[in-house]
């Protein structure tokens, strides 16, 4: 529901097409651009879109997504909705500052694509940042990119997602 009318909506990291299916079966958007650098993945990415008759709806694209973004930044692209749903970034505790600058580098190309008033999804899978400190990180790179922000939702793992208590998430 959050999904703007016409929007040009980019999905980066899409792998199966789950943000992008979504957003194309349940919104009217002008297109829609999903990214993965896994030919495995678009392809399966693929089959789900044209086994839910969206095909005509989503263009997959095989890139990098540090590449992709910097690129389309330099292209003058604009987005009025911009997913980021990178794979785990901080896969141990001696890579987190490594991780969080991936992290602000990523937002912040998104953020100077998205028009003023886009909507910027963006999350994270590793189980080692935590919710304040991405929030942190958000708020240093609206800061860099001259952004004001408003956070209009906030989401975890589902119930059915189990919490170790030896890691906390």
């Not at 690129?71 to 909705?81: K, S, Y």
């Not at 958000?138 to 208590?165: M, N, T, Y």
Request: with cysteine; charged share 25%; proline share 4%.
């Amino acid at each position: 529901h959050w999904t703007p009318r016409d929007a040009r909506v980019l999905d980066v990291c899409t792998y199966l097409g789950g943000f992008a299916l979504t957003i194309a079966k349940h919104a009217a958007t002008s297109s829609i651009t999903a990214i993965d650098s896994s030919e495995r993945a678009l392809q399966a990415a693929l089959a789900n879109a044209e086994r839910n008759g969206l095909q005509d709806r989503v263009d997959f694209v095989q890139a990098d997504f540090m590449d992709y973004l910097s690129n389309e930044l330099d292209l003058g692209a604009r987005f009025d909705m911009i997913v980021l749903d990178p794979p785990r970034l901080a896969s141990s505790r001696e890579n987190m500052r490594r991780a969080m600058a991936a992290y602000h580098r990523i937002n912040y190309l998104a953020m100077r694509m998205l028009e003023p008033s886009g909507i910027l999804i963006t999350c994270s899978c590793s189980g080692r940042v935590n919710r304040n400190d991405f929030r942190d990180m958000l708020k240093g790179v609206a800061e860099r990119a001259g952004r004001e922000v408003q956070i209009l939702e906030e989401r975890g793992a589902p119930a059915d997602h189990p919490v170790s208590l030896n890691c906390p998430e």
